[in-house]
C-alpha cells in the first residue's frame, strides 16, 4: 500500500517537475521583442473600447452552472443505465437503482429550487415597488 502511495507520489513530483522544466526552458527560447502595441489588451482581434470594470449580470453564470451540473448528471447516468441489468444479474441491481434514483431526486430538488427562484428566465419583471423605486432613482441620475 505504502509503495503504491509512493509511486503516486514520485509521478506527481515528475509531472510538477517537467512543468517547471518546459516553462523555464520555453522562457530561454522564446523570442522577446516586446512593444507598446504587443503590451496592450487584446479582445477578440479589436482594439478594447471604454472600461474593463464593468459588472457581468450573473444569470449567465447561473445558467451556465445548471448546464453543466446537468452535463454531469447525463455522463454519470447513461454508463449506470447501460451496465445495469448486468448489475440486475448478480443481485445489485436494486442497490444502483437506489442510488441512480437517490441522485436524480438530488438534482431534480435543486432544478425545482432553481426554478422557484426564478434563475432560469433571461428577463425578469420588476416588482411595482421596486420598478418605483428604479425609476425614481434614474431620475436621480439624470437630474
Do not use: H
Not at 447525463?74 to 443505465?81: D, F, G, N, R
Amino acid at each position: 500500500m505504502q509503495f503504491d502511495f509512493g509511486m503516486a507520489l514520485v509521478f506527481a513530483g515528475v509531472a510538477v517537475a517537467l512543468v517547471f522544466l518546459l516553462l523555464l526552458v520555453g522562457k530561454f527560447l522564446r523570442p522577446r521583442w516586446p512593444s507598446a502595441e504587443k503590451e496592450t489588451i487584446y479582445e477578440c482581434g479589436e482594439r478594447p473600447i471604454g472600461k474593463a470594470w464593468f459588472n457581468f449580470n450573473p444569470r449567465f453564470y447561473i445558467v451556465a452552472l445548471v448546464f453543466v451540473i446537468f452535463e454531469v448528471e447525463i455522463a454519470l447516468t447513461i454508463p449506470v443505465a447501460l451496465v445495469l441489468r448486468s448489475w440486475i444479474y448478480r443481485g445489485a441491481g436494486l442497490v444502483a437503482l437506489l442510488e441512480l434514483a437517490a441522485f436524480l431526486l438530488i438534482l431534480a430538488v435543486g432544478l425545482v429550487w432553481i426554478w422557484a427562484r426564478r434563475d432560469l428566465e433571461w428577463i425578469k419583471r420588476l416588482d411595482a415597488g421596486a420598478e418605483g423605486s428604479a425609476r425614481s432613482s434614474e431620475f436621480r441620475k439624470a437630474a
